[in-house]
């Protein structure tokens, strides 16, 4: 009887996915025709996610309300260059990201050229996974631009280093020395702010 249960739910969660899939496919379609209530809908699906992202990249709220908006904006433009290959958050997700690495570059003078023979790896520390992202979020507002910047591209977006070093026009070595550095200066943070030691593993 529990079997049977168990059996039903996932068929109940896989409909439901399937049901959010072709609600998204229409909205998509109804974007890519300029329709504003489509649009709308849209943005109330998605601002949360990108205003969270925006704010793991920007020093504050109004900034990274610049770079979400600016990036819906895109999204709208460019829609119709959307063909249904891949995952459509995935193709906004980088929009997104595009435009707050074009704000950070605005903002700040990113000097990386530091390259991994000129940083002691023994000093790498690990990447703190089970953190709470509040915690996460006020730590990474401490790293300079640089660190911060990889260190979201590569932990939490999932960049890899050919891509970072792409996006920002520098070598794959130096993103590999700024994710070391901005580890280390994260593991400092910690420590400096008495995070639990549990937390760290």
């Known amino acids: 009887m529990h079997q049977n249960c168990k059996c039903e739910h996932l068929t109940i969660k896989k409909s ?10 229409h909205i998509v379609d109804q974007c890519k025709n300029e329709d504003p209530k489509a649009q709308k809908l849209l943005y109330e699906m998605y601002s949360p996610l990108f205003m969270s992202m925006a704010m793991r990249y920007m020093k504050n ?12 904006f895109k999204i709208f433009d460019n829609i119709n260059k959307y063909k249904g290959e891949g995952s459509f958050e995935g193709w906004m997700k980088r929009i997104v990201v595009n435009e707050a690495l074009m704000q ?4 700040n003078n990113l000097h990386m050229t530091l390259e991994l023979s000129d940083v002691d790896k023994a000093e790498e520390a690990s990447v ?5 992202y509040e915690d996460l979020l006020k730590l990474l507002d401490k790293l300079p ?5 990889i260190f979201n591209m590569y ?8 891509e ?9 070595n130096t993103s590999k020395s700024q994710l070391i550095l901005a ?8 420590k400096k702010k008495g995070f639990n030691q549990s937390k760290i593993s």
């Open 145 to 149: 631009p640089g660190y911060r910047t």
């Open 16 to 25: 439901n996915r399937y049901i959010l899939k072709e609600h998204l496919v």
């Open 183 to 190: 580890k280390k200066r994260m593991r400092e943070l910690i």
């Open 128 to 132: 703190i996974d089970d953190m709470a």
């Open 104 to 107: 950070i570059r605005k903002k």
């Open 155 to 162: 932990v939490i977006e999932g960049y890899k280093h050919r």
């Open 61 to 72: 709220v109004e900034s990274a309300e610049d770079v979400m908006v600016m990036g819906f």
């Open 164 to 172: 970072i070093a792409e996006l920002l026009g520098i070598s794959i």
